[in-house]
């Protein structure tokens, strides 16, 4: 649960005062399961790939119509999917007709990049998408905010969230599958990132900030859209062909499932390992139930960004 929030009104500065209730999308947990499951998917179609993964992991059963779903992926900057720097928009456009087919009406797709985020959505193409379905698109950046205080942070108190995030009771959580030169890899908890306004206040003590924001935000569905990776670095890495997609509805096992495809045992991980502990979810392989492909016919080696390299380059299981 959430400790009390401070929030308060400024009109040039864009805060607005939210009670705790539209803050729910922030707390709603996932109902306690025997098992972490994991899809892997393979295939050449993405939209048949992403039907396919929620199916396995029976995602229809997690979103209702009267649901204000946020679809969240990861547009870092204005750079085409083929480089795996950012979410596929056929991966998105997948997922918008799975929540209207859940009979959703209020649908949004939100991200609040590094950089210039209006034309990292005119570069992926999302605005046709989201107008052919009568879907929202928005800069959370440029988004009011609304002030959480965080219970029992590891070292985040506080932080602000994007007002249409807070507001949602649905987040579905798609980021990319790359390696990242701070925290080792950029899955779903670091796609958190994009809610939080300004992004300076987690990539201080970055690892243990990436737990505390999991602490308060959880997504229902979590899918890492692997069709084309990026090893090296998150942004000027190379990109690397998977035509994967993984989807969990355990956001701590999805990332976990995804270091493992990328060559990363999870446990080097440290946002994996610290969530695993304060039970935010199954961090550990041996905890998680895999569907659909098993993960060693998709495991790759991703080559790590030149900070990790030397330190986890010998731990590595080889292909």
């Known amino acids: 649960m959430l400790a009390p929030v401070s929030c308060w009104e400024d009109k040039g500065l864009g805060y607005a005062i939210i009670d705790r209730q539209v803050l729910k999308s922030l707390v709603h947990a996932s109902p306690p399961m025997p098992a972490a499951k994991v899809a892997i998917v393979r295939g050449a179609t993405p939209s048949q790939m992403v039907e396919k993964s929620l199916e396995l992991i029976q995602a229809a059963r997690r979103v209702s119509p009267d649901d204000k779903v946020l679809i969240k992926p990861n547009y870092i900057a204005a750079m085409h999917p083929s480089t795996g720097v950012t979410t596929d928009s056929r991966v ?15 649908i949004t797709v939100g991200e609040g990049g590094s950089g210039n985020t209006e034309a990292a959505f005119d570069t992926v193409g999302i605005k046709e998408i989201t107008s052919k379905h009568g879907a929202k698109l928005i800069d959370l950046n440029s988004d009011q905010r609304v002030t959480v205080q965080i219970p029992h942070p590891l070292s985040l108190r506080e932080v602000s969230i994007a007002k249409t ?8 959580n798609v980021p990319t599958l790359k390696v990242h030169h701070m925290a080792l890899i950029t899955l779903c908890m670091k796609n958190l990132m994009g809610l939080v306004l300004p992004k300076g206040s987690i990539h201080e003590d970055l690892q243990r900030r990436l737990v505390d924001l999991a602490s308060i935000i959880k997504p229902r569905i979590n899918i890492i859209d692997g069709l084309v990776g990026c090893e090296c670095e998150e942004v000027y890495g190379r990109p690397v062909g998977m035509n994967v997609i993984i989807a969990g509805t355990d956001i701590v096992a999805t990332d976990a499932v995804g270091a493992a495809a990328m060559g990363i045992d999870p446990e080097t991980v440290e946002h994996i390992k610290l969530a695993h502990e304060r039970g935010l979810g199954v961090g550990r392989l041996e905890g998680i139930e895999i569907l659909g492909e098993p993960l060693e016919s998709v495991r790759r080696n991703f080559e790590l960004p030149r900070e990790f390299k030397t330190k986890l380059d010998p731990l590595r299981k080889r292909s």
């Open 165 to 172: 995030a807070a507001q949602s009771t649905c987040i579905i």
């Open 92 to 106: 998105i456009e997948a997922l918008i007709r799975f929540a209207k087919e859940c009979g959703v009406i209020d």
